[in-house]
């Protein structure tokens, strides 16, 4: 998932704190039912607002209906349900599987507020992302860039603040799994992440 910043000629409705968290693939159905695929593993923020801010796809390509309506700004979601690894949904501007296909490769944006409140040991990537993270000694190891998703648990990608001479950004990056053997604390009020973690590691 991704921060948007407010787009050129976007209404006043679009939230400073868009996140990406997926994108239209298809219509689903005759009935103008959208299929979206979700960034996350656990869909839960499609779930849990009704309104949906579009962005047309960054990619260059037939993925749209030739002659299709501009791609609306928000979408007003009346019905949205699991389908397996997709999320599909209805929306009050969408009334029919022609209106649907038009909205083919569209980004999906909801406002971080409209998330579900996570439990209280996890996190979103999207509040990770940027915090600092220390060691028991207080050691700066850098600067969350990323997670990846192994499976089991996510492992965090740690970018230094400096890069070592000669070193590439990738080559520099600690790799630290985001499990409770190595994570102590993350303070999103301090925006600080504590682990058990060498600086020669």
Known sequence: MSAAPRPRGADAAWPDDAIEVGRIVDAW??????KVQPFADDPQALF?????????SEKVGPLRPAGADAIPSLLKITQVKDHGDVVV???????DRTAAEA???????????SF??????????????????VNRDGAVLGTVA???DTGPHSVLRVAPDEL?????????????????AYVDEVSLEKRVITVDWGLDY
């Not at 909205?103 to 507020?113: E, H, N, S, T």
């Not at 070592?164 to 409770?180: H, K, S, T, Y």
């Open 89 to 95: 949904a209805l929306a009050q501007e969408v009334p």
């Open 48 to 56: 849990s607002s009704r309104r949906w801010f579009l962005l047309p």
């Open 146 to 148: 990323g997670l990846i």
């Open 29 to 34: 159905g005759l009935k103008g039912w959208i």
């Open 116 to 133: 579900p409140t996570p439990d209280p040991d996890e996190f979103y990537w999207v509040d990770l992302i940027g915090l600092k993270v």
């Open 103 to 113: 909205l083919r490769g569209a980004r999906v944006f909801i406002g971080r507020a």
């Open 164 to 180: 070592p001479a000669g070193a590439n950004a990738q080559e520099a990056e600690r790799l630290i799994p985001f499990v409770g």
